[in-house]
Nanobody
């Protein structure tokens, strides 16, 4: 069974930085596209960034240039480095995986990690 364990969230001031981690089990991690999502209170979950098995990164416009996604296949972990945080980045952040761009997410959302950007 696939399991995602997100960590690293917390309270940070606007303009600050935070690093998130997501440890994955139950899949052959190195074969999957990994993705970070977030859910802002009152809104649907939205895509933040993706990274392919080969390491190619892609970002949604609101986070491009501020966030960096990376992965360590040996550690079965995907990371999200967040810089120049804004109040609108306040959300619960989740990771998930898909085998290809046309595949569905493997599902089984983890508990997420909460990021609060506030002074």
């Amino acid at each position: 069974q696939v399991q995602f364990v997100e960590s690293g969230g917390g309270l940070v001031q606007p303009g600050g930085s935070l690093s998130l981690s997501c440890e994955v089990s139950g899949i052959v991690f190195g074969h999957y596209i990994m993705a970070w999502y977030r859910q802002i209170p009152g809104k649907e979950r939205e895509l933040v960034a993706t990274i392919t098995a080969g390491g190619s990164e892609d970002y949604e416009p609101l986070t491009a240039g501020r966030f960096t996604i990376s992965r360590d296949n040996s550690a079965r972990t995907v990371y999200l480095e967040m810089r120049r945080l804004r109040s609108e980045d306040t959300a619960v952040y989740y990771c998930n995986a898909k085998l290809s761009w046309s595949s569905p997410l493997v599902g089984n959302w983890g508990q997420g990690t909460r990021v609060i950007v506030s002074s």
